[in-house]
């Protein structure tokens, strides 16, 4: 566990953080400036805060009353710079092996990294060089990850190969994982724990499933980003559609592809805007995701959508439908519908293990 | 070749070599160091030292030469120092040459060394820190590699420096044949007779030379840690 | 020459208008054959005077000698006076060596030389001899007791406090030591006026002062 | 106009490109390391290929044959790097009138500078750079714009924003813009022409629309990325709704939010995965937009998806099911169907000038 | 302290003042173009360039004297050509002293100058010339600022090794008092007399507190222009 609280003043930016990072990845977002690279490299010990307290686990990293302040080198962190600040002097292989070679098969494989090895920083392209500095901070074994935008520079295919990895990594190693991020679906894939941060403070902070399923977050994460995160279980394989069913508390969810063994825990995040609410059972259509739902609240955004926050057994959906539709359906709280969710529109960077 | 120089001429460009190759080496790593230090630290004492590494390059060399004397000297503190503990003595050894030649040089070494250090994004050893590395080891493994033109250039500054060293060398150990009279201190002499100037001119050239070789060196090298840093 | 420099300044300022400019005679010779503006030189060594004289660099007739100097052996301060045979100075040399101007290059070195062969010690000396590129360097080397003997001029010998004359060269043991003075090609005519003044009383007076002795030979 | 063909070896990677970029926006798509950035460099001149022509409008830039090699300066390309390269030493203000002072008042508007004027580039975040760059570009008034990945380190709020300026300039300047991208969105939005690269060749090339929309392009952008952009026309407001409605051959589109006037030209992405396709046309529920179609294609992905080409008027479509929709309602080419499209699905990020 | 020092004293201590602050912003620009020619460009004389910029490190003082003695006194080829065209004469002149120490001094400021441009990242000239600027305001807008601590450290080194040049300007243009006697030149002349250590010490202190001077607005300066560049 990870807790921070600090106060630092960057020449015309003032800091001022406070919140709890548990075992598991706790995705700092926000937009550019919001000073969310200052907080990172507070807690590696890059910086001074000018006061506060910094704990991992029941190590005190730093605490200016305590005149606690740790160098990088003793705090054991493994930061995945934004850029990605490799050695130019070292070929790959030894960049990679300069903080420990913990895990490095696995690693160099997974981050395809094999191909680069004898390989210079300087003649990397800009996703190598990253891929490069993700796989030194891992094979450093830290005690906790610092990772500031790890995967911006990353294409698509790359990092739907990466994520995978990082959620395993979470799940192996019970460290806290510090993730700063612009993408919502990057960040409910992997993230427990989110925290908004704007202008230099914590404007929410909570359960990512919880931040994301609230219709008041929608303005905050913009509005193409808002959806819930429920937790399913793997209950049943459907080998010759290719489908994967999920379980949860509101009904079964069928979703193309195939993740983790029968009865396995996976995280999955519906996207407000591929829900579509139907007065009645739809028939004859595509979609194969049909769950009875109840409306809990509806919430007006500035513009012509309304969030509408259901629930479907015990857990929390968002949908986003437009003020027309929610007028001509007559939508109203405490009333009885289907969500229908499309199985692709899921797409594999919203399902997490 | 060989019927160019007489066996006097020989000993000397030897013993230049010598000592220039000595003078350069012994003060690289105390070089290094003390460029680190200025370009990294902030310490009360750090404009002082700075100005005292400087000191060889401001003063005449016959000022240095003396005050190497007082020093080093058999009767100063140092010299006397090193006489009774160590058995060493610098007075008209090669060794007190080397010694002169490494003072005057140093502010040379010290300067182009520091450059490079200041050169060099702090965000790598940043980056370094945080993967666990010591002070130290950052240092050997990350700050090192990549100021080594600068320190390339900085030895070869030293070297050409210790090639070229009179006034402080002459002051401080005199001319010995074979034991000091280096290059320069043979060039000085043969000004100073009437009709000299051949045997001035062909050890005028050979320092030329030696000190060509070892810029065409450095620069080699330099091209090959660039190349190796990728720049 | 340097040497002079002491005397020479004291003469200027009486004589007045008159800028004094040192160097190892060596040095000096080359710059006024290379066309320094100079009226006047005076040097230690006749051999670079007569490369002037060669070159036409300077009036043939103006040459005269202004002074003249001893050799001496120096050591320190609290030294017995030596005596100078093989004995006498290997006793007081010890291990060290003997501070002396460059043999082949600086006239006091040259003139060390001289003496030492004439007395029959070069041969046992010449490579116990520490040279040096100025008689001031020779001086300064006896004074930190790095060197225990020092070959000098007598005038230097009075520069230091740390250093005492403990043998004088016989006068026939090396040439006479001159201090060789002429007009240059371009001398303006005041030269001569202070050339005048030189060989004059007052500067007579001076160069004793100094611890000079007088000319060997008077010009008529 | 830009063309360019050419051949490079950097290293052990072999460039061999040609393609042409007509004015508008050529957007450059591509893993990490198949070759963008060294494409982009050469054609801005500041590496020099081995053979090969570049040509903007009638100036041959380049030309190996006839020794013909302008230096950048000449070459009059606005480059924003992919690691933004400010001049440290400067303020944003000088950074930004560097290269000129090209409608310096709507570029500072736009990207939000006002406020970084006076500041020094070591005390910007990531993505306040990436503006600045952006800016500095603009500001040189070039006659080609090449951007490599300029928007990776900004977040969805700021690239919404940024989005509309740079659809804007592309129509308002007749100039060629290359643009390295990953983001399929952003591609399907600016870009006219798209042009994929892979390991140093192109391997597909065509107007964006037409790329797209190719059921075996799929594979090649990712699952998640594929679908069909379409031109539409502002055909009517719904003032009350806050919606906009888009004409185009195959029927009328409903949208959330206000973009163009009447008549205007607007370009429209619809995701292959947020396309629901139902054999009858459904009622009571909350997608606005149901079109009837014809399916024209069934391509079979290596996943559970299939990826379903469809006509809508002229006007060409995709959309990908799960194999098991497929079978159970019994797809086929020639069939008649229903395209329900969910007007929020299509973000303002789908959405372009 | 007026009363520290003779006229002599004092006007020596202007005139080294004079002269190594002339001699080093004389020799700056062209040491920050042949330092540029050194990093950036490749022509077939460069090596020779090179080793003929190190030359006077190399050679003794007393040499690199005597050549410009022969170079550019009233009748050396450079000398004879000043003179009959502008009536220039260096020989002599607090203006041949200046020349002798900067000609000492620029290897120094060169090898400075061209550490630093070698750490200036290519890209930023890159990024710049794609903005269409000119080689030449490339270098002056970008390039020069990024160098200027280097181009400050060559300048001090510069002003510091001018300050004590002995061997080349007493040679050269000897130490005519008002004219070429600079400090190291007097202290030299006042080692040759009797008593003359008090006034030696004077000016070596002298020496010393000119070059810390030096040293510390340099630190300071380059510290301001570190900060602008937002290291
Ligand atoms: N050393 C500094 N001096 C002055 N201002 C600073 C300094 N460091 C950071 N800032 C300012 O603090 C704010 C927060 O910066 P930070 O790098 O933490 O942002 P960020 O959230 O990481 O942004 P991005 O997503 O663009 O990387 C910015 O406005 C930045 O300009
Ligand atoms: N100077 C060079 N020497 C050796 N290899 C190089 C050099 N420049 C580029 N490469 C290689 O060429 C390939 C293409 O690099 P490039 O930078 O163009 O990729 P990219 O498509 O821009 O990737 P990214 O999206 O990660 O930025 C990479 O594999 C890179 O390692
Ligand atoms: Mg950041
Ligand atoms: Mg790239």
């Known amino acids: 566990m990870l807790q921070i609280a600090i106060q630092q003043r960057l020449g015309d930016f003032a800091l001022d953080v406070a919140f709890t990072a548990p075992a598991g990845v706790t995705a700092i977002f926000g937009r550019s400036g919001s000073g969310k690279t200052s907080v990172v490299n507070a807690v590696a010990g890059l910086s001074d805060p000018d006061a506060g307290r910094i704990v991992v686990a029941d190590q005190v990293l730093f605490d200016r009353a305590q005149r606690i302040n740790l160098p990088p080198q003793r705090r054991r962190v493994g930061y995945v710079f934004q850029d990605a600040r490799l050695f130019p002097h070292m070929t790959v292989a030894r960049n990679l092996s300069y903080g420990g070679s913990h895990d490095a098969a696995r690693v160099i494989e997974v981050l395809g990294l094999g191909d680069l090895l004898g390989r210079r920083p300087a003649g990397l392209s800009g996703g190598e060089r990253q891929r490069v500095a993700l796989g030194r901070a891992l094979m450093s074994n830290p005690q906790i990850l610092l990772m500031d935008e790890p995967l911006a520079a990353l294409d698509a295919p790359r990092k739907a190969e990466i994520l995978p990895y990082l959620a395993r990594l979470r799940d192996a190693v019970q460290i806290p994982i510090l993730y700063v991020s612009h993408d919502v679906s990057e960040v409910a894939r992997l993230a427990t724990t989110l925290v908004i941060v704007d202008a230099g403070r914590v404007v929410a902070n909570g359960p990512v499933g919880d931040v994301l399923s609230r219709p008041e977050a929608v303005p905050l994460l913009g509005v193409r980003d808002a959806g819930a995160v429920i937790m399913t279980k793997v209950a049943g394989r459907l080998l010759d559609d290719g489908l994967t069913e999920l379980a949860f508390s509101g009904g079964r969810i069928l979703l193309p592809g195939s993740f983790g063994k029968l009865g396995d825990r996976v995280r999955l995040r519906i996207p407000a805007q591929d829900v579509i609410l139907s007065r009645t059972a739809p028939t004859g259509i595509s979609a194969l995701n049909i769950l009875p739902v109840t409306i809990t609240a509806l919430e007006q955004g500035r513009g012509p959508g309304v969030a509408v926050g259901l629930r479907a057994g015990n857990d929390k959906l968002l949908a986003r439908v437009t003020r027309r539709s929610a007028t001509r359906m007559g939508l109203a709280v405490g009333q009885q519908v289907y969500a229908i969710i499309k199985a692709t529109a899921v797409g594999p960077e919203d399902v997490g293990g | 070749m060989t019927d160019m120089f007489g066996p006097a001429e020989w000993a000397a460009i030897w013993l230049s070599l010598r000592v220039a190759l000595v003078a350069m080496l012994g003060a690289l790593p105390l070089a290094v160091w003390v460029a680190f230090v200025l370009a990294r630290k902030v310490f009360p004492g750090r404009q002082l030292l700075n100005g005292l590494v400087h000191l060889p390059l401001v003063l005449p060399p016959v000022v240095t030469g003396y005050l190497l004397l007082v020093v080093f000297g058999r009767q100063g503190p140092v010299g006397a120092l090193l006489y009774d503990i160590f058995g060493i003595t610098l007075a008209f050894r090669w060794t007190g040459a080397a010694l002169a030649a490494a003072i005057m040089a140093f502010p040379l070494m010290v300067r182009a060394i520091r450059l490079a250090i200041e050169a060099v994004d702090p965000g790598l050893e940043d980056a370094a820190a945080t993967l666990g590395a010591s002070k130290r080891r950052i240092f050997a493994t990350v700050t090192l590699p990549l100021i080594l033109p600068g320190v390339l250039a900085g030895a070869v500054l030293g070297f050409a420096k210790a090639l070229g060293e009179f006034g402080a060398t002459i002051t401080f150990v005199a001319a010995i044949p074979g034991q000091t009279q280096t290059i320069p201190s043979a060039i000085y002499g043969l000004l100073q007779v009437p009709g000299g100037e051949p045997a001035v001119l062909r050890l005028v050239i050979v320092s030329v030379v030696l000190a060509m070789g070892a810029l065409m060196i450095s620069e080699w090298l330099a091209r090959r840690v660039a190349r190796r840093v990728g720049r | ?220």
Do not use: C
Not at chain 3, 76 to 104: K, S
Not at chain 3, 149 to 175: E, K, M, N, W
Not at chain 3, 177 to 183: D, G, P, S
């Open chain 3, 1 to 220: 020459a340097a040497s002079l420099k002491e005397p020479l300044d004291a003469l200027a300022v009486e004589f007045g208008d008159v800028v004094v400019s040192y160097g190892g005679s060596g040095t000096m010779a080359r710059q006024v054959a290379l066309g320094a503006p100079a009226d006047l030189v005076v040097l230690a060594n006749v051999d670079w005077m007569n490369v002037l004289v060669d070159g036409g660099h300077v009036r043939p007739d103006s040459i005269g000698d202004v002074a003249s100097n001893d050799l001496v052996m120096i050591g320190a301060a609290n030294m017995a006076d030596v005596v100078l045979d093989i004995a006498g100075i290997g006793a007081a040399l010890g291990d060290g060596r003997i501070a002396a101007g460059l043999t082949e290059a600086v006239p006091a070195g040259i003139y060390a030389k001289q003496a030492l062969i004439s007395l029959g010690l070069w041969e046992d000396m010449a490579d116990r001899l520490a040279e040096v590129d100025n008689v001031r360097a020779a001086l300064a080397l006896v004074a930190r007791g790095q060197a225990p003997l020092g070959i000098v001029y007598a005038t230097d010998a009075r520069v230091s406090d740390g250093v005492r004359v403990v043998a004088t060269f016989p006068g026939g043991s090396h040439q006479p030591i001159r201090y060789v003075a002429a007009l240059t090609r371009g001398a303006v005519p005041e030269a001569a006026a202070f050339l005048a003044f030189l060989h004059g009383p007052a500067g007579r007076a001076a160069f004793a002062g100094a611890g000079f002795l007088p000319p060997v030979d008077s010009v008529e």
